[in-house]
């Protein structure tokens, strides 16, 4: 079992950042895929970001590629995505993810435990 909590989120003006961080618990956290998601009111959770255990390859969605980056630190349990150059097209609540196979995904379903989410608001 493994426990997700993410941190970080706010109100920003666009152009600005953010750093957000999901914290886990549990020893096999470092065996874990973790991706980050969004969802804006009314709409479906889409994908964001995904790095693998080890963190050596990571993938983003189009509409964030070169402004925000996906990282890990296994001793410290902790994911984290710095988000740069915001937009208000970013705002939505922001959940982490964790998949045991290991190899990020970009589909929801494929992910076995989540966070509660951070509110991640953008102002033009």
């Known amino acids: 079992q493994v426990q997700l909590v993410e941190s970080g989120g706010g109100l920003v003006q666009a152009g600005g950042s953010l750093r957000l961080s999901c914290a886990a618990s549990g020893r096999t956290f470092s065996s874990y895929a973790m991706g980050w998601f969004r969802q804006a009111p009314g709409k479906e959770r889409k994908f964001v970001a995904a790095?693998?255990?080890?963190?050596?390859?990571?993938n983003y969605a189009d509409s964030v590629k070169g402004r925000f980056t996906i990282s890990r630190d296994n001793a410290k349990n902790t994911v984290y995505l710095q988000m740069n150059g915001l937009k208000p097209e970013d705002t939505a609540v922001y959940y982490c993810?964790?998949?045991?196979?290991?190899?990020?995904?970009?589909?929801?379903?494929?992910?076995?435990?989540w966070g509660q989410g951070t509110q991640v608001t953008v102002s033009s």
């Open positions: 790095i693998t255990w080890s963190g050596a390859s990571t």
């Open positions: 993810a964790a998949d045991r196979s290991g190899v990020w995904t970009t589909r929801v379903n494929s992910y076995d435990y």
